[in-house]
Nanobody, 115 residues
Framework: QVQLVESGGGLVQTGGSLRLSCATSGIRFSNYAMAWYRQAPGKQRELVAGISSHSDTNYSNSVKGRFTISVDNAKKTMYLQMDSLKPEDTAVYYC?????????WGQGTQVTVSS
């Protein structure tokens, strides 16, 4: 069975940092393209960052230069390092695979950025 489990969310002040983790099982991790999505209250879920099986990365314009997506193949874990956080980054963050039409999702982790 496939499992994606996010962790690392929390409450931070504007300008702070968080590191989200997505632990995976049941997939051939190194062969999968993976992504982070987020959904704020009243808004559509949006793609934040993606990483291909060749380690090519893409970011939404709103987070480019502030967030970094990475993977640890040995641990079968994906990370999202979030720096210079803004209130508009407040959302539930989800890991997913594949990137553009996900078929597997984690349960989500809440990120709240206060003014």
């Amino acid at each position: 069975q496939v499992q994606l489990v996010e962790s690392g969310g929390g409450l931070v002040q504007t300008g702070g940092s968080l590191r989200l983790s997505c632990a995976t099982s049941g997939i051939r991790f190194s062969n999968y393209a993976m992504a982070w999505y987020r959904q704020a209250p009243g808004k559509q879920r949006e793609l934040v960052a993606g990483i291909s099986s060749h380690s090519d990365t893409n970011y939404s314009n709103s987070v480019k230069g502030r967030f970094t997506i990475s993977v640890d193949n040995a641990k079968k874990t994906m990370y999202l390092q979030m720096d210079s956080l803004k209130p508009e980054d407040t959302a539930v963050y989800y890991c997913a695979t594949p990137i553009y039409t996900p078929t597997y999702w984690g349960q989500g982790t809440q990120v709240t950025v206060s003014s």
